[in-house]
């Protein structure tokens, strides 16, 4: 599912979503206004070595996800990967990501309150990654992130505040 140059106005997906092919389930791009919600009871994307869903260039726009239901699992591809402004919001009961890779990057974006039941990274630069991201508070319920090359959990910048209730292995001293 693609939405691109969305300039005002409003989309909502209100009805259950699957994917399992192997690339990406959602991509939100150039989108400078309006607001995309993907509002089903199952939202389920299972990709392989693509991101499943991917946020790139949207300022002035917001995605937002909500009753619960949110299950994505990647195998190399990154679970939700976006940045360049807009903003993007995680609501309601059982949002998972689980990934061999990053499981959420989020890059100079806004944040709104948000929860996630459970985030688990096995590999990756880092398992979770937010750099510049601003607005509201980010709950994870729990997960587990292991097997970072970098640092496990990055904050980097902005101001957003995160509660993570999962377990963080890092392996390297150096990037603690």
């Known amino acids: 599912m693609n939405v691109n140059a969305l ?16 690339g990406t389930a959602i991509t939100l791009t150039n989108n400078t206004g309006g607001t995309i919600t993907f509002s089903g009871a199952s939202k389920s994307f299972t990709t392989s070595t693509a991101d499943a869903i991917t946020m790139t260039t949207n ?9 619960g239901g ?3 699992t990647t195998t190399t591809g990154r679970g939700v990967n976006a940045s ?9 009961a059982n949002n998972n990501i689980s990934s061999a890779n990053t499981a959420l990057l989020l890059n100079g974006i806004a944040l709104g309150v948000s929860s996630l ?7 990756g630069t880092s398992g979770i990654s ?4 601003t607005g509201g508070t980010l709950t994870i319920a729990g997960g587990s992130l292991t097997g970072a090359t970098g640092a496990t959990f ?21 990037n603690k």
């Open 84 to 92: 360049g402004g807009g903003t993007l919001t995680f609501s309601g």
């Open 117 to 123: 039941n459970s985030v688990t990274s096995t590999a």
């Open 154 to 174: 990055l904050v980097s910048g902005g101001s957003v505040a995160v509660t993570d209730g999962g377990t963080i292995d890092q392996a390297t001293a150096a």
């Open 7 to 22: 300039s005002g106005n409003s989309v909502t997906f209100s009805g259950n979503l699957t994917s399992t092919a192997a």
């Open 59 to 67: 300022a002035g726009s917001t995605a937002n996800f909500t009753g």
């Open 130 to 133: 937010l750099t510049n991201v």
């Open 70 to 72: 949110l299950s994505i």
